[in-house]
């Protein structure tokens, strides 16, 4: 019976002690990717590519090649892996920092251009890496240690919600939005994420999947709490679901 409840670390993730801080939904999502990789068999074909931020050290826990890129150029680094090696399976691996803010305009002509890569982006509202500055994504009234008083719209600007910018475009295939705030919400990230890698295996273009995550620390909350605000506050803002599929709008 204990036997049967070992758990099988997947062979795309490697056995090494994480950095991430206690609670951090990194470790999640680089194990579902890892299940995601090992599922499709694609694990001797994946390039990965690492952002700046909290993950910049992604590529100790992954076990296939990743490469570093400058901070906010990683979707055009995957964009020229992709075109070099078109048998490849790449994917960026971001932040709102790194996606949202100073990699914007490669976020949004990457998308765009309709290139046949999948991002995973990470949006845990807050910049974990550089001691908890507001974010692109950070809430309305959040308190950050750039918005002491909370994220003020007038002179902040709303949250930005890139699922729905990246759906005004025409040629993503794949637009979804998860949040792992418990155990359903960790299995439709798995599912998720299969369909956008799936989709690049089979050469459909671009997809996108955002996922909603804790970040204890500068969320200012326990690790259960953190799940919560993932799940209530979070989720308020940036409704989960599927935005585009197979090329389509579904949900604008």
Known sequence: MIK???YDRPESLTDVKTHYC???GH???HTLIAETIDSLKIRERTIGVAPVGCSVLA???MNFDVTEAAHGRTPSVATGIKRVLPDR???SYQGDGDLAAIGMAETIHTANRGENITVVFINNAVYGMTGGQMAPTSLIGQKTATSPRGRNVETMGPPLRMCELLNSLDKPYHIERVAIDGPDGVRKARK???TAFKAQVDG???SFVEILSPCPIYQRLSPVDALKFVGTQMAAYFPVGVFRKEGTVVNA
Request: glycine residues 14%; aromatic residues 24%; hydrophobic residues 50%.
């Open 22 to 24: 206690p609670g951090c």
């Open 4 to 6: 049967d409840m070992i």
């Open 59 to 61: 590529y100790f826990y």
């Open 89 to 91: 399976i790449v994917f």
């Open 204 to 206: 459909k273009g671009y």
């Open 192 to 194: 998720a994420l299969m």
């Open 27 to 29: 470790g999640i999502v």
